[in-house]
């Protein structure tokens, strides 16, 4: 253990001033056990229903749940029309930053309106009609977020693609979703080199021997580069919706209809279009960012720095601040450009106030160290925020020290793709937080961690607080996933197969308790290993890895070992003034882990290595390193973000 681990607290309180102006209080929590339903209905009753709800919820066809029967509503409208009608058409809503420094571009609410109003218009002279699909395939430019919204309005499902991600990945998710139409620009910002982006659609939808559904690219003019262009298929941006009416009378849809469709990875290698609709999605949405970001969107400068391609852009970019009329920061470009001083000059020119973003980024400004951070005034950041995997407490603490001025309260918060919305979490003001956890279901959510034959596993002093489980979600919640597009079968196989008795939705993840009853997740079940009979989790290693000053990163896989089970091996890049990668900083780190964890958790094996192979996510591909461990050909490298890592990785063995 680290000298700061050691003297480190292991709880954090917010301040009486936080908890006071917080928008959470505990009686959240006594009200949601009391009337689930009821709770839930007063959360929906922050948006704007154009016929209201019969029925909160309707599980008698589980696991299809039906939220807020018979209510009628338009999304888009309760994201930007309803602020508008209230007077608030000169918020901002979107500060723009462009890669390019300089580039920027403000949008009050009245200037959204008016643009979703002129793509919905031209999207239905392109002949969508709802139910429709589109695939949006762009980077973090205005235009996408007005395009997503111009879907809603029109009730035509949205399929977000990652623009980083290859033409091949596009065409299976065009094909599966048969979109007719792809919105897109012609090319886009890479670390200050413009690149094409339009080339690939183009691929996408000539490649294969059967005829596109594509019937239209919609393109906006991002970088200028030159474009492939098919005439009668092919529409600029700037021609048919800046030409199009500014009006647009939005139509109610029923709670249920869909609203778009995310793509995530499965165990299979085909993706799995994960289905959302609109009533409970979007009440899921505002209420979570409304309590767990502490939301005043009068003051507030909001900042997630999730992609749109991911289901955090959607639900903490798009719905949830737009439906709350919050002002945010939207970001085209990565960290380091043009250098690593991006993200901190960015929350100083805005006054940023709430920052969002992955522990992957943490430990990224960690590795850069805190100089870069301290040449800047962070002062108006008031709460942080993680998502996306588990954090390791000393990175946590290091946001906390670096970002919050060892004040802020930091919500680390776990759901997922096919979750739609934040389930577990602090409530910032209310909930004492612990660095690695994300603590306890938020109110109106239920979630248990149990063994094999559904059994709770609880801590107790006995036992200790080791003892893990699979992490359950045993009542429905609004924002739930609908279903896999094109395949219910899969959908009830994947999820809710595994405690089909108790109909409770397997999340695919472990976690524990602690003895204070807070949850912590352990990172997905294929990351648990289990050596000589005991669990342990990825996660932790990796944790008391990077708890080392030496060390930057760390992936830990289990590997098949005949004596053990499973065997642990583990991957670390070290701080870059740390020269010793020998046998001595080995034996050290292994050491370390005993120490931190316990002597069984000590990897048999760890190789110091220069990069490690990550997604273009920033998801470390254990899969990949796992075949590395154990000597095997490489599966599937198509989501890898830089295949040549292995060769570094392999000469480093
Ligand atoms: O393993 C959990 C991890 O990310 C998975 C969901 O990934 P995805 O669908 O890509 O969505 C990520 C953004 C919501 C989960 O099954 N995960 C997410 N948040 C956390 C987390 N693990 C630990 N702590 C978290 N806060």
Redesign the pocket.
Same mark, same amino acid.
């Given at each position: 253990m680290t000298d700061t681990c050691t003297e480190a607290p292991s709880t954090y309180a917010a301040s009486a001033e936080f908890a006071a102006q917080a928008n959470a209080t505990a009686d959240l929590y006594d009200h949601a056990n009391r009337d689930r339903l009821g709770f839930w209905a007063a959360q929906a009753d922050r948006l704007s229903w154009q016929t209201p709800f019969s029925q909160v919820l309707d599980f008698s066809d589980a696991p299809f749940a039906k939220w807020f029967v018979d209510g009628r509503l338009n999304v888009a409208y309760n994201c930007v029309d309803r602020h508008v009608e209230a007077g608030l058409g000169e918020r901002v809503a979107i500060h723009w930053e462009g890669e390019p420094v300089g580039d920027r571009r403000t949008i009050t609410y009245g200037e959204l309106y008016t643009d979703v109003c002129r793509a919905a218009n031209a999207l239905t002279g392109l002949g969508l009609r709802a139910g429709d699909r589109v695939a949006i395939y762009m980077p973090m430019v205005p235009e996408a977020v007005v395009a997503m919204l111009a879907c809603a309005r029109l009730g035509v499902m949205h399929s977000v693609v990652f623009a980083g991600y290859s033409a091949a990945a596009l065409k299976a998710r065009i094909d599966d979703a048969e979109a007719k139409l792809v919105i897109t620009t012609d090319g886009q910002y890479r670390r200050g080199q413009a690149v094409p982006l339009k080339e690939s659609v183009d691929e996408a939808i000539s490649a294969g021997t059967d005829a596109s559904t594509v019937e239209h690219v919609l393109v906006v003019r991002r970088t200028g580069i030159e474009t492939p262009w098919s005439e009668g298929r092919d529409v600029w941006w700037h021609d048919v919706v800046n030409s199009a009416s500014p009006e647009h009378t939005p139509e109610a849809f029923d709670s249920e209809h869909p609203l778009f469709l995310l793509y995530?990875s499965g165990t299979t290698g085909k993706p799995k279009g994960i289905i959302h609709t609109s009533g409970g999605y979007l009440t899921q949405t505002a209420y979570t960012h409304h309590y767990v970001f502490d939301i005043k969107p009068e003051t507030d400068v909001y900042w997630c720095t999730a992609d749109i391609g991911?289901?955090?852009g959607h639900s903490y970019v798009v719905y949830g601040p737009l439906a709350n009329g919050a002002t945010q920061v939207l970001y085209e470009g990565t960290p380091a450009s043009p250098d690593e001083h991006r993200h901190f000059e960015i929350i100083e020119k805005y006054g940023v106030t709430i920052y969002y973003t992955a522990p992957t980024l943490v430990r990224t400004f960690m590795k850069w160290g805190r100089d870069i951070a301290d040449a800047h005034n962070l002062s108006s950041l008031r709460l942080l925020g993680?998502?996306? =995997?588990?954090?390791n407490p000393e990175a946590w603490r290091w946001y906390r020290d670096v970002f919050g001025a060892n004040e802020t309260p930091i919500v !680390?918060?776990?759901?997922?793709? =096919?979750t739609g919305a934040a389930m577990i979490s602090p409530l910032p003001g209310v909930t004492v937080c612990k660095p690695g956890s994300?603590t306890r279901p938020l109110p109106g959510i239920s979630a248990r961690v149990v063994d094999d034959n559904g059994n709770l596993i609880e801590p107790s002093p006995e036992l200790g607080e080791h003892a893990s489980g699979y992490l359950v979600l045993d009542a429905p919640w609004p924002s739930m996933l609908r279903g896999i597009w094109g395949d219910q079968d899969r959908f009830r196989e994947t999820y809710w197969s595994r405690f089909a008795e108790q109909g409770w939705y397997f999340?695919? !993840?472990g976690a524990r308790y602690d003895l204070d009853g807070n949850i912590w997740?352990l990172?997905?079940i294929d990351d648990v290993m289990n050596v000589s009979g005991h669990r342990i989790s990825t996660a932790e290693v990796e944790s008391a890895l990077v708890g080392h000053s030496h060390v930057a990163e760390a992936a830990v896989v289990g590997a098949s070992d005949e004596h053990t089970g499973q065997a642990i091996i583990a991957f670390v890049i070290l701080q870059a003034d740390s020269a010793d990668g020998g046998k001595h900083m080995v034996d050290e780190l292994r050491a370390e882990v005993a120490r931190e964890i316990s002597p069984i958790a000590r990897p048999k094996e760890i190789h110091v290595v220069p990069e490690l192979p990550k997604t273009r996510s920033g998801k470390i591909m254990r899969r990949l390193l796992r075949d590395v461990a154990e000597g095997r050909e490489l599966g599937d490298t198509s989501t890898l973000l830089d295949p040549a890592v292995f060769e570094a990785i392999r000469n480093a063995r």
């Open positions: 995530t991911w289901i955090t993680t998502v996306g =995997e588990p954090i !680390d918060t776990w759901w997922q793709t =096919e994300a999340a695919g !993840d997740v990172g997905r």
